[in-house]
Each structure stands twice: as C-alpha cells, then as structure tokens.
C-alpha cells in the first residue's frame, strides 16, 4: 500500500510510538521523549482518523480536505472540499486539526487555529460545517480566540457544548445563540476541565459529556483555591524578571477537591452526585452516561490502592457502589490506553451486554488480567494464565473475541493474543512466530480490519493492513513478510539477561563499540530510568541509540548498557512492578548497582571508567547511583531530577510512595538530596529553570546540600526551557554538546 494511506500511516505509527510512551512512562513525561511529542502532537493534529460508523473505512484529514477511505480497496472519497472548507472572505482553507461528526453526519466540527495548555493543544477555534446546506459557521463569537476547549455535538445535533475560560457554554446551531452553562469558573474553580496534575498524572482533560437524550450535561469542577502555587520566574525575556504562577500539589498537600455536577438544560440549574468520601481526600477520574438518568463514576482514594465504581442517579444525585478494588500497593488509574488518547482527550467505559457489564483490568491474582464486571458486582476472568495483559486493543461481542497485547516469554517484546470473551478459551497468539519484536495494531469498530506496526532492534519500522480475523495482508505485496528482509539492518545492539547475586534476573541491552576486541577494556556508560513509570529495554527498532550523544558511541569505543530492575512497568508479574512500593530510590536503585557489578565482571569492561546518566526520572536515579554506589559509578549525567522527593506532585508520588508521614521518612529515605553527602565521582546537573513538571527548586535544593557538604560538580541551567529543554534557538544542540564533552572528558572513551 503506497498511497492513499501515507499520512494515516505516519499518524498511526507516531501515535503508537506516543501510545508505548504513555503506556510504559505512565503519565510522567520523559524528557527524552518530549521533543517527540511536540512533532506527534503536530502531526496528530493535522491529520486525524476516525472510524465510519459500520467499521469498514475511515475519514482523515489530507491536504485541508477531509477525506474517506474504504476498506479492503482503500477507495477515497472527498467529504469536505478545500472550497468548503474556506470560510467566507478568506482565501485559505481552515486548517484542519481535528474533526468530529454529528450522530446523523449532517455536519461536521472542525478544529482549529490551536493552542497548547500544559501538554496538549487543547484549545482553539471550532467551525461547523452542515452537509446539507453547504454552509460553515464559526462557533463561539464573541468568545476570545482560540479559547475553545473539547466542542463536542449533543447526541441528537441540534447543539452544541465547550469550554471557554473555565466554562461550560451550550450553542444553539439553529439560531447560532451562545448560553452560558456555568459562570463561576476562574483560573482556581475549573469548570468542565481539569488543573496540571490532574492532565499530568490522571490523563484527564475533557471535562464533560453529553447525556445521551441531550437534555444534561455532566461535568467536573475543580477547586483548586487552595492549592498553593509555584512561581516560575522569566529572567531572560525583560529587564524586569516575570513570575509565572503554575498551580501545583506538592507531596503532602491534599487534593484539589473535586465533584461532578449535572446540568439541566432546560432549567440550568445543577444537580450535583453525592459521592461518598471528603472531596479532597479523594480522586473523581472517569464517568460516563449509562442512561439518561444513570453515569457511572470511578473514584480513586489518595493513596491510590482503592477503585470504586458508583452507580449515580443524576436526578437525585444518589450514589450506589457497583464494584470496589484494593491493592496493597497501588491500582493503575485505568485499565488500558484505547480512550485517552490525544484525539478522545477523555476516559470512558468499554460496555458489554447492552451496557449491562463493563470491562476491568486487574492484578489482583498475581497478573494483569481482563475482567467482565456485571452492574450486579458480578466479575468473570476472561484472560486466565501466567500472562500479562499489555493492552485491550478490542472486542467484537458478536464474535465472542477480545485481542489484546501480550508477551509472556519475552518482556522486551509485544504480540497480538486473543481469547473467548465469554472467559471460557485460553489465549492465542495471532501475531505470526516468523516476526518476533514488537507489535501494535489499530483494529477497527467491527472487528474485521487492523492497521498493523512492526520493528524490532534489527528491522525499520512497517505497516501493513490485515484481515485481523485470520492475520491475511489485504496486500500481499506491501506486507510485512515481503517487505521484512530489506527493512532488516546490522543489529545496534545486543539483548541479554543478567542476574545478580541476590538472584534477580534483569533484561538489558548493549552496544559494543565497533572494532570490538575482547581483548581490550572499554569504558561503560549505563542509560537508566527504572522508575514505575518506563521501561528502557524494549525490543524496538533504535534501541541501543543515545540521542543526545554528538557523533557515533560505538565508533568512539564506548560499551553503552540499560539494564530494566523492579519496579518497571514490564509484563512480569505484579510482584516485579509493585515490589517497589514505598522503596523508589531504593530497591531499583539496588537493583542497579548489582546489575553493574555483575556487567562489570566481563572481561571487556573497564571498572575505572564507568558513567551514568538519565532524565527525569532517570537523573534521580543517577544521582542516587552516584551517591549510593560512589565505588561502581564514576561520572554521571542527571537531566531534570527530582533530587527531593517531596517537591513533586502529590498524584505521582503519593501513587508509589504512599502517603508520606509527618516525617516524611519514605521520602526522606528515597530522595537522592539525603546521600548526596558520598558523593565521590563527577556530576553534571542539568535543568531547565521554566520546567513546569521537575521545577527548578529541586536543582537549587540539591547545589545547596553539595556545598554544605563540601563537594564539586558542574551545574547548566537553561533559562525557562521546560522538562524538555529544547525551546529556544540552539538549545538542543547546546545541550547535545555539553552532554557529549562532559562524557568525553571524564569518562574517556576506547579500548585499552
């Protein structure tokens, strides 16, 4: 397939790429994947795919021209002209960023002119354009531009409801007539959408949902008032410095207070659920309508170890447990990735049996199991067996079939299995033995197509659509089996497995210089992160490369190693994820260190010159691996550490580490500040001073205790550039170099 599928490919290949980052980085970005996000969000944004409605095609974005595709034969069709899609005066068409169509497909919402809020753009202008008069009109005049948040069309068409400056408005489409929903919203009472930590760590950024008879609109208000605020200070940009006030939880703070509301149209006036539990000790993180006078709510305790599903009655605001969770640990927010996704921006349940049931994911046996959950409480186990289940990808009821993505063998691998949704088959493998690596499918509404990716450490990145019923190309000659031994090249790295004298088993890569002889030592740099939130050793094409390094690691004669310990999110059982409760800093950290002692034992690999290095996450853990470890590591890199547990946000933390005491011993005992007293080796600090998620403090907190202690080291900040550091001209490439010479100069490399 060569053609008209070009654009969806790339979208789909980055938004799977995304969704892996998502999935394995939870909710916390890392840093070396953020400058890829700004390329996904864009692309995302300028060419979306939504399924038709009978699942046999798809319509896209091409070229500002809204497009459709029909499956098996890809034949396409144009739905919304370049012509009709130019508003009236312009000579430009709007550009595209997404779209969406009333139930009818009469008229269609067109996103665009976006801007980002926090991590996404998620606000901009919205037009409609109605099929069957020809006519496009912009919504929301009068309202500034670009402040439109999550348009969405009521079920039966006639309105429309969105977000503007934390509120809620309705526009009729007949009359083009704005009604404000609610008035009371502010930078700290949010209205129908959420504040930083909830986007960062819960995933959730639409704020509302249509009842389905149109007559409601439930929706989440946040009171952030007492919440303190950081202040980022701009130092660069004027004469006079500029305080910029981001609203962040910190460890210990309590949670925003949060509770859901339902909006009479008629009458506009608000029923709010009386959900049991103090409002800001606890987590509202999903609901949905099951009925028009029924949503179902997901309440998440602080801690984070406790799920409750509430039936509530929007009429009286009643709430009735439907099913409860507990873990000794913590549970995942939610079961699977399908719905929050940067085009839906919202949580929502995967419905079984006429809305009777619902579908749940689960460790509670040991393993990452789905579940279907009857509105009775009623749960059957529909993925038994020693597996993990990575991801639900999808479900036909009419079939008796669900697919899902497993590796039960290979933890650095991902293939397609499927199994009896009725809880009665054993999983199958679908994927075909003859591709081993990494794979990841998008399969359509009825179950009968997928688009379908592969790579592994030695073959590019493919595509191909499959009949997902038998795994058939639907063209044999652009398959991946054809195509898959001219997209193979010389392998960068090596998988292996090592395991330590406390007899853990960890997977690992390495690259080995080029010109290898075993005969000689060379130096070892380690790349880590081995927080909950990522796994590094994935068999994935590029796995082995250190982006930020200037020139060829393996030509300069560096061994390059990532080792996966516990605490990983990797599909090897709850207890390898969750041992690292309350020990994030710790148990990985040791996990580390024994790994390296045990690679440091090839013949090749030179103990006197051993480095470290990792972001975000990462650079917490190569601070600790420094000042724990001083005799294994040498020299280390840490970009955008948290060096004291206790600046960052509560949701995250208090996720893994628990809800701190008065003493905040845990934290105390996990944050790399408290060792920085060993340090012995050579650290470079690296941090951006406008970093919204690791703010700043952290950087100063850390030089601070260094020079009480007495001990040198090297610190770059970059003035208000982000987690990412990559705004501003010249930045990536400064960074890149500093990064590169710093290595060179303390861990020199080549054999010896």
Same mark, same amino acid.
């Given at each position: 397939?060569?053609?008209?599928?070009?654009?969806?490919?790339?979208?789909?290949?980055?938004?799977?790429?995304?969704?892996?980052?998502?999935?394995?980085?939870?909710?916390?970005?890392?840093?070396?994947?953020?400058?890829?996000?700004?390329?996904?969000?864009?692309?995302?944004?300028?060419?979306?795919?939504?399924?038709?409605?009978?699942?046999?095609?798809?319509?896209?974005?091409?070229?500002?021209?809204?497009?459709?595709?029909?499956?098996?034969?890809?034949?396409?069709?144009?739905?919304?002209?370049?012509?009709?899609?130019?508003?009236?005066?312009?000579?430009?068409?709007?550009?595209?960023? /997404? $779209?969406?169509? *009333?139930? #009818?497909? =009469?008229?269609?919402?067109?996103?665009?002119?976006?801007?980002?809020?926090? &991590?996404?753009?998620?606000?901009?202008?919205?037009?409609?354009?109605?099929?069957?008069?020809?006519?496009?009109?912009?919504?929301?005049?009068?309202?500034?531009?670009?402040?439109?948040?999550?348009?969405?069309?009521?079920?039966?068409?006639?309105?429309?409801?969105?977000?503007?400056?934390?509120?809620?408005?309705?526009?009729?489409?007949?009359?083009?007539?704005?009604?404000?929903?609610?008035?009371?919203?502010?930078?700290?009472?949010?209205?129908?959408?959420?504040?930083?930590?909830?986007?960062?760590?819960?995933?959730?950024?639409? /704020? $509302?949902?249509? *009842?389905? #008879?149109? =007559?409601?609109?439930?929706?989440?208000?946040?009171?952030?008032?007492?919440? &303190?605020?950081?202040?980022?200070?701009?130092?660069?940009?004027?004469?006079?410095?500029?305080?910029?006030?981001?609203?962040?939880?910190?460890?210990?703070?309590?949670?925003?207070?949060?509770?859901?509301?339902?909006?009479?149209?008629?009458?506009?006036?608000?029923?709010?659920?009386?959900?049991?539990?103090?409002?800001?000790?606890?987590?509202?993180?999903?609901?949905?309508?099951?009925?028009?006078?029924?949503?179902?709510?997901?309440?998440?305790?602080?801690?984070?170890?406790?799920?409750?599903?509430?039936?509530?009655?929007?009429?009286?605001?009643?709430?009735?447990?439907?099913?409860?969770?507990?873990?000794?640990?913590?549970?995942?927010?939610?079961?699977?990735?399908?719905?929050?996704?940067?085009?839906?921006?919202?949580?929502?349940?995967?419905?079984?049996?006429?809305?009777?049931?619902?579908?749940?994911?689960?460790?509670?046996?040991?393993?990452?199991?789905?579940?279907?959950?009857?509105?009775?409480?009623?749960?059957?186990?529909?993925?038994?067996?020693?597996?993990?289940?990575?991801?639900?990808?999808?479900?036909?009821?009419?079939?008796?079939?669900?697919?899902?993505?497993?590796?039960?063998?290979?933890?650095?691998?991902?293939?397609?299995?499927?199994?009896?949704?009725?809880?009665?088959?054993?999983?199958?493998?679908?994927?075909?033995?003859?591709?081993?690596?990494?794979?990841?499918?998008?399969?359509?509404?009825?179950?009968?197509?997928?688009?379908?990716?592969?790579?592994?450490?030695?073959?590019?990145?493919?595509?191909?659509?499959?009949?997902?019923?038998?795994?058939?190309?639907?063209?044999?000659?652009?398959?991946?089996?054809?195509?898959?031994?001219?997209?193979?090249?010389?392998?960068?790295?090596?998988?292996?497995?090592?395991?330590?004298?406390?007899?853990?088993?960890?997977?690992?890569?390495?690259?080995?210089?080029?010109?290898?002889?075993?005969?000689?030592?060379?130096?070892?740099?380690?790349?880590?992160?081995?927080?909950?939130?990522?796994?590094?050793?994935?068999?994935?094409?590029?796995?082995?490369?250190?982006?930020?390094?200037?020139?060829?690691?393996?030509?300069?004669?560096?061994?390059?190693?990532?080792?996966?310990?516990?605490?990983?999110?990797?599909?090897?059982?709850?207890?390898?994820?969750?041992?690292?409760?309350?020990?994030?800093?710790?148990?990985?950290?040791?996990?580390?260190?024994?790994?390296?002692?045990?690679?440091?034992?090839?013949?090749?690999?030179?103990?006197?010159?051993?480095?470290?290095?990792?972001?975000?996450?990462?650079?917490?853990?190569?601070?600790?691996?420094?000042?724990?470890?001083?005799?294994?590591?040498?020299?280390?890199?840490?970009?955008?550490?948290?060096?004291?547990?206790?600046?960052?946000?509560?949701?995250?933390?208090?996720?893994?580490?628990?809800?701190?005491?008065?003493?905040?011993?845990?934290?105390?005992?996990?944050?790399?500040?408290?060792?920085?007293?060993?340090?012995?080796?050579?650290?470079?600090?690296?941090?951006?001073?406008?970093?919204?998620?690791?703010?700043?403090?952290?950087?100063?907190?850390?030089?601070?205790?260094?020079?009480?202690?007495?001990?040198?080291?090297?610190?770059?900040?970059?003035?208000?550039?982000?987690?990412?550091?990559?705004?501003?001209?010249?930045?990536?490439?400064?960074?890149?170099?500093?990064?590169?010479?710093?290595?060179?100069?303390?861990?020199?490399?080549?054999?010896?």
């Amino acid at each position: 397939m060569t053609h008209p599928t070009k654009k969806y490919v790339l979208v789909s290949r980055l938004f799977r790429t995304f969704r892996l980052v998502i999935k394995t980085n939870t909710h916390r970005m890392k840093k070396y994947t953020l400058v890829f996000l700004g390329l996904l969000v864009a692309v995302l944004c300028t060419a979306q795919l939504r399924w038709t409605p009978d699942g046999n095609g798809y319509y896209t974005a091409e070229g500002n021209e809204l497009v459709q595709y029909t499956l098996p034969a890809f034949q396409k069709t144009v739905v919304l002209s370049k012509a009709e899609l130019t508003p009236a005066g312009a000579t430009q068409p709007l550009a595209i960023k /997404g $779209f969406s169509f *009333s139930a #009818d497909g =009469q008229a269609v919402l067109i996103y665009t002119n976006t801007r980002r809020v926090w &991590r996404y753009e998620t606000r901009g202008d919205y037009w409609v354009y109605h099929r069957a008069t020809r006519k496009l009109a912009q919504l929301g005049k009068g309202r500034p531009e670009a402040s439109l948040m999550f348009a969405k069309f009521s079920p039966d068409g006639k309105k429309v409801a969105y977000v503007s400056e934390q509120n809620i408005y309705l526009e009729d489409l007949a009359t083009m007539q704005v009604t404000a929903l609610t008035t009371d919203g502010h930078r700290k009472l949010i209205n129908g959408t959420f504040d930083w930590v909830y986007e960062e760590e819960f995933s959730c950024r639409d /704020g $509302f949902d249509w *009842s389905p #008879d149109s =007559q409601h609109i439930a929706y989440w208000q946040i009171d952030g008032s007492k919440i &303190r605020d950081y202040y980022m200070i701009n130092t660069t940009d004027s004469v006079y410095s500029r305080i910029i006030p981001v609203e962040y939880p910190t460890v210990g703070e309590k949670p925003s207070p949060a509770k859901l509301g339902v909006i009479n149209i008629a009458t506009r006036q608000t029923q709010w659920l009386a959900i049991p539990g103090e409002s800001d000790n606890n987590y509202l993180v999903r609901t949905e309508w099951r009925s028009p006078t029924e949503l179902f709510v997901q309440q998440m305790n602080r801690a984070q170890n406790t799920n409750t599903i509430y039936s509530c009655n929007s009429q009286t605001g009643t709430a009735t447990v439907v099913y409860r969770e507990s873990d000794p640990a913590w549970i995942e927010v939610f079961s699977f990735n399908g719905s929050t996704s940067a085009f839906g921006y919202r949580h929502t349940f995967q419905w079984l049996s006429n809305r009777k049931e619902f579908l749940w994911q689960s460790e509670k046996d040991g393993w990452n199991h789905l579940y279907r959950i009857g509105v009775d409480g009623k749960e059957t186990l529909i993925t038994p067996g020693n597996l993990d289940v990575i991801d639900y990808l999808a479900l036909n009821e009419k079939s008796n079939v669900i697919y899902f993505l497993a590796s039960p063998e290979n933890a650095t691998q991902r293939y397609l299995y499927r199994t009896r949704l009725d809880g009665k088959g054993k999983p199958e493998r679908v994927t075909p033995a003859s591709q081993p690596g990494t794979h990841d499918y998008v399969i359509s509404p009825n179950g009968k197509w997928a688009e379908h990716s592969f790579s592994n450490h030695y073959t590019r990145p493919l595509e191909e659509w499959v009949d997902i019923t038998s795994h058939k190309p639907l063209n044999d000659k652009e398959s991946i089996a054809v195509r898959m031994t001219q997209a193979q090249v010389k392998p960068l790295a090596e998988f292996f497995r090592v395991k330590t004298e406390e007899g853990v088993e960890m997977d690992g890569w390495v690259v080995k210089p080029k010109n290898f002889d075993p005969t000689k030592k060379y130096p070892v740099v380690f790349f880590v992160y081995t927080e909950p939130a990522s796994q590094t050793v994935r068999d994935v094409f590029g796995a082995g490369r250190n982006r930020l390094y200037q020139g060829d690691m393996a030509a300069d004669g560096y061994l390059y190693v990532s080792l996966d310990s516990r605490g990983t999110p990797a599909p090897k059982g709850r207890e390898w994820r969750k041992s690292i409760y309350k020990k994030v800093g710790l148990l990985n950290v040791r996990d580390q260190a024994m790994g390296a002692k045990e690679i440091l034992k090839w013949p090749y690999a030179d103990a006197d010159r051993v480095a470290v290095w990792g972001w975000s996450g990462g650079g917490s853990t190569t601070l600790h691996l420094l000042f724990q470890y001083p005799d294994i590591y040498k020299t280390g890199i840490a970009v955008a550490a948290v060096a004291n547990r206790a600046t960052y946000d509560n949701i995250y933390e208090e996720r893994y580490m628990g809800v701190p005491d008065a003493e905040f011993s845990d934290y105390k005992k996990c944050s790399p500040i408290t060792y920085a007293k060993s340090l012995k080796g050579n650290l470079l600090y690296i941090h951006g001073t406008g970093d919204d998620n690791v703010h700043y403090n952290n950087a100063e907190m850390l030089v601070n205790e260094l020079i009480k202690q007495g001990k040198q080291f090297q610190i770059m900040p970059y003035p208000n550039r982000s987690h990412g550091i990559y705004e501003g001209e010249g930045t990536t490439a400064h960074l890149a170099a500093l990064y590169t010479n710093y290595l060179r100069t303390h861990c020199p490399p080549g054999g010896r």
